[in-house]
């Protein structure tokens, strides 16, 4: 765990220096009820009650200013190469620190468009000002956005041994949730049994127990952020399944699809099949082409140009998203222009990022057919997190 | 869960019409990434994605603005009068709902002092004048301090039975730790059992697991915030604890003392016993003075000079604070007039307010006593929700 700390901290000064960001400073207090969403990143999970200030400059500088009881705890984490305790107040300590930086900009957590990006209250961002005032400082504030995008974004090798931890032990259940599956049974059913598998292997869920795993039973299922329900899949439907687990802290984020053959069949129907088909080369064909510095919305076309130039609807979201402490974390994303993407899917890709690829399309009287696999953005392309499904398992 | 949140949002207009304040106002997104703190409180545990903005007024309006595929969970929750989905952008929604209501503040949740009432963030208090430029409101925000500070302290009937409860299954898990006890045994053996015990019946800590509890074998063992040691408990000594847990989103917080008989010994040196009947009289005063209205600093100062006048060193912390869903609820404390405790030993005790009378003496050459009790302000004067200990438990 410090070791991941340690290296995101490293991290952040050579984005300081890529940005020329001088400075750039998480300012918190009593984390335990409501914390800055990038701490975990930069500090852990350990908690900072008194008003507490991390520090990490372009030149390489690490400070942390913590209430003195705090101070050993942080002293431990390694990640910080000063550790200041204080027993009054923050205010004198940290002006000081900030002084003698000399800082021409001074990134804080605030963000009208990205919570991730956003951890500063605004009672502490007054606080702050407060320390700051009269000092040329108070007017060198900047938003911190490009910083922690790039800070999230870029994953460490450490970051990414998780989420490849995250991947198998998603594989494994999806393993054992196809010798469980029966045709007759519930969505429900179905969820429940991968819910214990993951507690049983002491595995959180990525997202929200409502509807971690979605699990859609043939044509008549909702497609979305609904949760299972008692539809049962029946013989000559799709079993469609949308599964993540979070294992030490990171996500994965996975769908899969199932077809139960028809009395008589030793084969899908070709239109199943051939649905089959063409989300796999969507896949293909992305991943295929993403290397660094292609746009988001560049990717999400490749994907959806396959969908829809073999005839079949456009889907109606963006064709990934970035994966790692969050199933959803923040930034560029693989999408279309809309407009309620704005700028995420003009970002480019970089190395280190984790992308999921998830493209679908609806067969009328069948099911949907999505799939979703989580690629690495490297020097030379993308990397294949999951073993891909390229073959239709028929039940 | 929803009767609870409806009580508190019903309370919340009370709250309004007596501190004569027109609006409430709490502003929200992406709460499962970092949510504000009140939020328990007024909405529960689920999730507000998009921009969200619950407004309560002191007509009793309770209107809720959100996205468009969250409305029916908040519709369900039955807690607000109006629940208004929205697809494109909360402003102009939000905007025209505040002109008619027409307030003349908008309590927002931005705090210098306090976390707890400081949920807003930055970049949503921009956020919020944007919407609100060229309009009579922007001048018109006040800080939300003592609504919440009030919500908070005062509790209703569903959530002092949630506290009750959790108190009743810290002594149980208690007795068993009583039964288990040997002398020879260390700290974190003791802490462990204690853990295993709240683990069994599905209940959570009221506090970090690293010292909850906390237990002190004799006079050597370091008494605060330190986790418990590899430190072995004699005959001759006090075994002192700390602990608490948390039930359906509630804690407790108890401390209990158990004395070791030296060979030899049918009942406990007359030391031991003295010091342990101060502390027992200690918060058996401070309790019987307790009434609304009577301030923190004064309960204080009953219980401290019982211990100082019995010729005892002061202990150096408050006598109490207040308790609910988190183990140190915030608003008013039973503290001393210290400058660290600032205005917060100033502000009278309210019906429904819960709080911790944990007085304290250290007895050289055997230990730490230290007893906390839980109780609640009534009408009438406080009432114990914890069986307090009066008789000092000997192994």
């Not at 005032?133 to 108070?138: E, G, R, V």
């Not at 494994?172 to 507690?199: V, W």
Request: net charge negative; proline share 6%; charged share 25%.
């Amino acid at each position: 765990m410090s070791d991941l700390v340690q290296d995101k901290v490293a991290q952040a000064v050579q984005i300081l220096q890529e940005k020329e960001v001088d400075l750039w400073l998480t300012f918190v207090r009593e984390t335990m009820l409501a914390a800055d969403p990038i701490l975990p990143l930069i500090y852990g999970e350990g908690d900072l009650t008194w008003h507490s200030a991390l520090l990490i400059s372009r030149s390489g500088e690490r400070i942390a200013i913590v209430g003195h009881y705090e101070a050993e705890a942080v002293q431990r984490l390694g990640a910080y190469t000063q550790v200041i305790p204080y027993h009054h107040g923050i205010g004198d300590v940290l002006r000081e620190r900030i002084a003698a930086l000399d800082p021409r900009q001074i990134a804080v957590n605030t963000s009208l468009s990205d919570p991730l990006a956003d951890g500063l209250t605004h009672g502490m961002y007054r606080y702050l000002l407060n320390i700051l005032a009269d000092t040329p400082y108070a007017n060198r504030l900047v938003p911190s956005e490009e910083i922690i995008h790039a800070l999230v974004g870029r994953k460490t090798e450490g970051e990414l041994a998780r989420i490849r931890a995250a991947v198998e032990a998603t594989e494994e259940i999806f393993i054992e949730t196809f010798n469980f599956l029966r045709p007759g049974q519930s969505e429900r059913e179905i969820a429940a049994f991968m819910q214990q598998r993951a507690a049983g292997r002491g595995l959180g869920l990525a997202w929200s127990a409502e509807n971690c795993p979605a699990v859609n039973a043939g044509p008549d299922s909702p497609i979305g952020h609904s949760g299972p329900t008692d539809l049962r899949i029946q013989r000559g439907q799709i079993l469609h399944f949308d599964f993540g687990v979070r294992k030490d802290g990171f996500c994965s984020d996975i769908q899969r699809v199932v077809y139960f053959l028809a009395e008589g069949e030793s084969q899908p129907p070709p239109e199943v099949q051939r649905g089959f088909d063409v989300v796999v080369e969507a896949i293909q064909k992305a991943a295929q082409a993403m290397k660094p510095g292609l746009l988001g919305y560049e990717v999400d076309a490749i994907a959806r140009r396959v969908v829809t130039q073999a005839g079949y609807e456009e889907y109606m979201y963006g064709t990934g998203h970035q994966l790692g402490r969050r199933a959803h974390d923040g930034g560029g994303m693989l999408g279309p222009l809309w407009e309620r993407y704005g700028d995420s899917p003009k970002k480019p890709l970089e190395v280190g990022q984790v992308y999921t690829l998830e493209p679908g399309l609806m067969l009328p009287g069948r099911g949907y057919i999505g799939l979703e696999e989580d690629v690495v953005v490297t020097a030379h392309g993308a990397e294949f997190l999951s073993r891909p499904q390229q073959e239709l398992i028929c039940l």
